[in-house]
């Protein structure tokens, strides 16, 4: 039984056109569309429907807001004061409508605190058990908690950031610089900015957390 999945489209820079956007929900079999607030102004541009718009919708344009609604897009709107963000409201809406793989786009870029916690929030997505990538036109980010394989990424910038603070048993292959049984802590930079170097790489951990940045390099 396949799973069911997710694009949630937040309010960071937005790199992908239309096509792009399309043929990743194609590809990917993505079943459900998610504008978390602003991410609403990005989807009308592209003259796309979201499936539902929530957040606290402090950043979506009354113009937008009208349209949508005469769209009959679900709205759902919760108080500007509260203690998550919008990303994670929608998160959980994920998590209590049984979805379990989840596409995250519009994450990077714009306010540094929105960004980090957009980052951190992978691993809260992790703790709930459901699973997710960062996507964007050229990057790809995820977390790795015992193995990853990279296929068809030859010529790729693969960085691993620790996410615990100790991973232990780190071990790489296929790339520019491999290791072998390292640990590595979140506190240096160890692995930053490693390439792939054969048609499959691969990471694989004794423990802990990584997050994983993939850059197909122009």
Request: aromatic share 6%; glycine share 6%; hydrophobic share 40%.
């Amino acid at each position: 039984m396949s799973k069911k999945k997710a694009l949630l489209v937040l309010n960071g820079e937005f790199d992908l056109n239309k096509k792009e956007l399309e043929l990743i929900i194609q590809k990917e079999g993505i079943d459900f569309i998610i504008a978390v607030d602003g991410g609403s102004n990005k989807l009308r541009k592209l003259e796309l429907l979201p499936d539902l718009i929530i957040g606290d919708l402090d950043s979506i344009t009354e113009e937008n807001k009208a349209h949508f609604k005469k769209k009959k897009v679900k709205i759902i709107k919760h108080p500007v004061e509260k203690d998550q963000t919008d990303s994670e409201i929608a998160v959980d809406y994920c998590k209590e409508n049984n979805f379990e793989q989840l596409y995250l786009t519009a994450a990077l870029g714009g306010r540094i605190d929105q960004q980090l916690a957009n980052l951190n929030l992978l691993e809260y997505i992790y703790e709930i058990d459901l699973e997710a990538r960062i996507i964007s036109d050229r990057i790809e980010i995820a977390i790795i908690d015992q193995k990853k394989k990279f296929l068809a990424k030859e010529g790729y910038r693969l960085s691993l950031i620790p996410q615990s603070s100790t991973v232990r048993g780190l071990s790489i292959k296929g790339c520019k610089y491999n290791l072998i049984n390292q640990d590595i802590f979140r506190s240096q930079s160890r692995g930053i900015s490693n390439l792939i170097e054969s048609e499959q790489a691969e990471v694989r951990l004794k423990s802990g957390l990584l997050i994983y940045v993939l850059e197909k390099l122009k």
